[in-house]
């Protein structure tokens, strides 16, 4: 079984600074994908960067990238520069090998920018 | 098109009605998937297509739930006599890689938010 954990049901960042979103993991496949998605009050879950289990190095896109520690099981997103626009909800997820059909979502990370 | 479409985006029935939910994937995506989300929580999954074939059913709550993909593009997920714990947004998601890619993210579409009074 998999299972995620997002620790901050709420965050708050002031526009312009960085914030670090807690995710931590737990499954038995040796090979598995983790995700972060963003989730705006319009209700459409945007994907935003990717981790594989194998990458040696952590994942980056524009202001978003991915602190990954393998052996403790987390996947922290790292946004740079926030920006109002990035209030919003946050899901950490994975997938793993065994059957990855069926990706597994934490309980999310509301984050709120103020200006 | 340019994204998953999920229509409709508000559905209310009274408890006991059938519902349809529509899905159109992205063009050329191969697999969708069904998500539930309750308020408040991450999406729990339902069902994933590969295709027109269903290779996974195991998070439909009951068998008043049905979904299918007959020409595996558009899908429709069902739920028969629904009941007010189906209350939830149901969200549709495609990818263009098969089923079975751990490492393909998922587009998903802005949901179908279903209230059964």
């Known amino acids: 079984a998999q299972k995620i954990t997002q620790t901050q049901p709420g965050m708050f960042v002031q526009e312009k600074e960085a914030v670090t979103l807690d995710c931590t993991y737990d499954t038995s496949d040796p090979s598995y994908g983790l995700f972060w998605y963003k989730q705006p009050s319009s209700g459409e879950m945007i994907f935003l960067i990717y981790?594989?289990?194998?990458?040696?190095q952590n994942a980056t896109e524009g202001r978003y990238s991915l602190n990954f520690q393998k052996a403790r099981k987390s996947a922290n997103l790292v946004i740079s520069a926030s920006q109002l626009g990035d209030s919003a909800m946050y899901f950490c997820a994975m997938r793993g090998n065994t059957n990855a059909g069926k990706s597994t979502f934490g309980d999310g990370t509301t984050l709120t920018v103020k200006p | 098109g340019a994204g998953v479409s999920q229509s409709p985006r508000y559905k209310v029935a009274k408890r006991g009605q059938d519902v349809a939910l529509r899905c159109d994937p992205i063009?050329?995506?191969?697999?969708l998937f069904w998500y539930q989300q309750a308020l408040g929580q991450g999406p729990e999954f339902l069902t994933y297509?590969?295709?027109?074939?269903?290779?996974?059913k195991s998070g439909l709550p009951s068998d008043r739930f049905f979904a299918e993909r007959p020409e595996g593009s558009v899908s429709t997920l069902k739920i028969q006599r629904t009941q007010q714990e189906d209350s939830a947004v149901y969200l549709c998601?495609?990818?263009?890689?098969?089923?079975?890619?751990?490492?393909?993210?998922?587009?998903f579409g802005n949901g179908t938010r279903l209230t059964v009074t």
């Open positions: 297509f590969q295709n027109e074939a269903q290779l996974d």
């Open positions: 981790q594989g289990s194998y990458d040696q």
């Open positions: 063009s050329g995506h191969v697999s």
């Open positions: 998601a495609s990818s263009l890689a098969e089923a079975l890619s751990y490492n393909s993210p998922l587009h």
